[in-house]
């Protein structure tokens, strides 16, 4: 029997009943040495379980490769952390997650395929999620309660009523995870709609509902649908999260609180979405499409009970009052605010151009007709596009398709404009100098779409490019992952301005490591490292306009802090500071 099993109203763990007081938490949004600390203030919260996501395109990043389970995919030893802290956790595997992460969770190589009909019971589909469960269910069997390990609990999709109503696509999955060794409950979870809840469940599996306020009328809808067994609230939203151009979205403490006591009077087990957000470090932010695409920006702040660095928030305090009333919460202190770095300055003064490096940080593939950042096997990062121009003349640049998703555009090494996806740019005024002037078009991948039917949209050039109706060919196509900066030769900076993209490098001294928070003023697009740690993405549009460094990617002494810096600028200085700016706020 598994550890945790259902009655007509409620749950039952090892035959004694039990409410799930849980909170969400992504474990390859924390850095894992920060793991052990987050998992306690969620018990010392009155929490009993934790939630997570699986980043299936993370955990697998090539096909025919080895489960990667380190680092921040270190999920066995986050699942020990959990047990240790006497903690259970839910398991939301997917396939496909959501979670504004890159993609929706899904693998590029299998998204890049456009006759796969993803997310269905297309062989094609099933075989790879089979493929990857083979993998990675005998690495967490340990962890699972049937091995009294601390897993209680596995999701079957994901808010798969939003998407489709393929219900043998769904008994697959559940038959895939049974089938390979899982006896835990299994559940599905859909938004509190009629038409979700009946396309998103199935005979004999759990169905939970997501919402964030109208507690009442949603888990009506969830008793209407189910006339008896437990409700669950798989995601109560409690913050939101931020595009960039947008407001910093923010939801009033005491607003979450009451909607939560009413959860809690109601009878009805939770999931707290979320109880930490973390950070989108590196390029793993998702993005939106629905009338434009809006990519999301790297802090995953959420308005959390933690905060991004991991300090308690204002809901924090009001949720622990309210889990007190329902559950009780451990005898021990609330957490208090962790140490912050001392301001620190950092003086940028090494520089190196990124056009003319190109060529030795990665090789090229030549080609007559463009090709895709997909075609060149690189699913995120940049991409730069070089050939030459027919003539020397007025004239107007043509990107049949647009750009996935943002591209600067040089001539002659010149800056000469930008075009957006977000905007639907298509082309572009340049003045030609020169007969055989080169062209450079630097595109950026801003984040995969995770939700609806534009997961998997191509990025780079998507299609011909003209030069006033003449068709340019013989292109040098080059991926940048911008994996590893090794190679890149900075010099002295001089006083006169960058006026092109360029890596940009400074030292600084640490005392004790702490969290700290790396603010750009002077600066306008780019990405941040620090002692090789890749931070993630900043932009002056904002909202954000600082970006978190974790404590454990400090060290004692001198520190090294890199900057690609997209847009040229007069700066040479950052500033590490003790107090995040995530922009203005929007209550909602």
């Given at each position: ?31 894992p ?60 595997p ?10 929706g969770?899904l ?40 091995a ?10 994901n ?22 060794g ?36 949603c ?14 609230c798989?995601?109560?939203w409690?913050g ?6 947008g407001?910093h ?14 959860l ?13 957000g973390g ?18 920006i ?45 301001p620190?300055d950092v ?13 030795t ?59 957006e ?6 082309t ?29 949209a ?31 030769p900075?010099?002295p900076?001089g ?12 030292t ?52 090294e ?16 500071t ?11």
């Amino acid at each position: 029997m598994p550890a945790l099993t259902t009655t007509s109203d409620g749950f039952l763990l090892h035959g004694e009943p039990f409410r799930i007081l849980s909170g969400a938490l992504h474990y390859f949004r924390v850095h894992p040495d920060l793991w052990a600390d987050r998992l306690r203030k969620a018990r010392l919260m009155g929490l009993n379980t934790v939630e997570t996501y699986l980043p299936w395109n993370h955990h697998q990043p090539d096909p025919d490769g080895p489960l990667v389970l380190d680092g921040l995919l270190d999920l066995p030893r986050f699942l020990r952390l959990a047990r240790d802290e006497g903690l259970r956790v839910l398991l939301r595997p997917g396939p496909f997650i959501c979670a504004e992460w890159d993609g929706g969770g899904l693998p590029d190589w299998l998204t890049s395929d456009t006759d796969i009909r993803l997310r269905s019971s297309d062989p094609r589909f099933t075989g790879a999620v089979d493929r990857y469960l083979d993998l990675l269910l005998p690495a967490l069997r340990p962890y699972m309660a049937a091995a009294g390990g601390p897993v209680i609990a596995v999701q079957v999709e994901n808010e798969y009523g939003a998407y489709g109503d393929d219900s043998a696509y769904l008994k697959h999955l559940a038959d895939a995870f049974r089938s390979r060794g899982v006896e835990e409950l299994l559940f599905t979870c859909d938004q509190a709609d009629p038409e979700h809840l009946a396309a998103g469940s199935l005979p004999g599996v759990l169905v939970a509902s997501t919402f964030g306020s109208r507690v009442e009328r949603c888990l009506g809808r969830l008793r209407e649908h189910r006339n008896e067994g437990p409700l669950f609230c798989a995601e109560f939203w409690i913050g939101w999260f931020d595009h960039w151009g947008g407001p910093h979205h923010v939801r009033d403490a005491a607003d979450a609180a009451a909607d939560l006591d009413r959860l809690l009077s109601a009878g009805a087990s939770v999931n707290i979405y979320m109880f930490h957000g973390g950070t989108n470090f590196g390029f793993a932010n998702g993005a939106n499409h629905k009338h434009a695409y809006t990519p999301t920006i790297t802090s995953y702040d959420y308005d959390a009970a933690l905060t991004e660095c991991g300090d308690p928030g204002p809901k924090y305090h009001a949720f622990r009052e309210v889990i007190a009333r329902h559950a009780g919460v451990p005898d021990e202190p609330a957490p208090v605010p962790g140490p912050k770095l001392p301001p620190t300055d950092v003086e940028l003064d090494g520089v190196a151009p990124l056009l003319p490096l190109v060529g030795t940080l990665t090789a090229s593939v030549r080609a007559d007709d463009l090709v895709t950042m997909d075609e060149l096997g690189q699913r995120t990062g940049y991409a730069l596009y070089r050939t030459t121009l027919p003539a020397a003349a007025d004239g107007l640049l043509h990107f049949s398709g647009g750009v996935g998703d943002r591209a600067q555009v040089f001539v002659d090494g010149a800056p000469v404009g930008v075009l957006e996806r977000e905007r639907h740019d298509e082309t572009l005024p340049v003045r030609v100098p020169r007969c055989g002037a080169t062209l450079e078009v630097l595109v950026e991948n801003m984040g995969g779409v995770n939700y609806g039917p534009r997961i998997g949209a191509p990025k780079g050039l998507l299609g011909p490019v003209s030069f006033s109706g003449t068709g340019l060919r013989g292109w040098d196509c080059h991926p940048l992952a911008l994996d590893d900066l090794s190679a890149v030769p900075f010099a002295p900076g001089g006083d006169a301005a960058v006026t092109v993209p360029a890596f940009h490098r400074g030292t600084f001294e640490v005392d004790t490591p702490a969290d700290a928070f790396l603010a750009l003023p002077g600066w306008t697009k780019g990405q941040a490292w620090v002692n090789g740690f890749h931070l993630g993405r900043y932009w002056n549009r904002g909202p954000q306009h600082t970006l978190y460094v974790p404590a454990p990617v400090l060290r004692p002494g001198a520190n090294e802090l890199v900057l690609l810096e997209l847009h040229g600028t007069t700066a040479t200085r950052a500033q590490l500071t003790d107090t995040p700016d995530l922009g203005p706020e929007n209550t909602w």
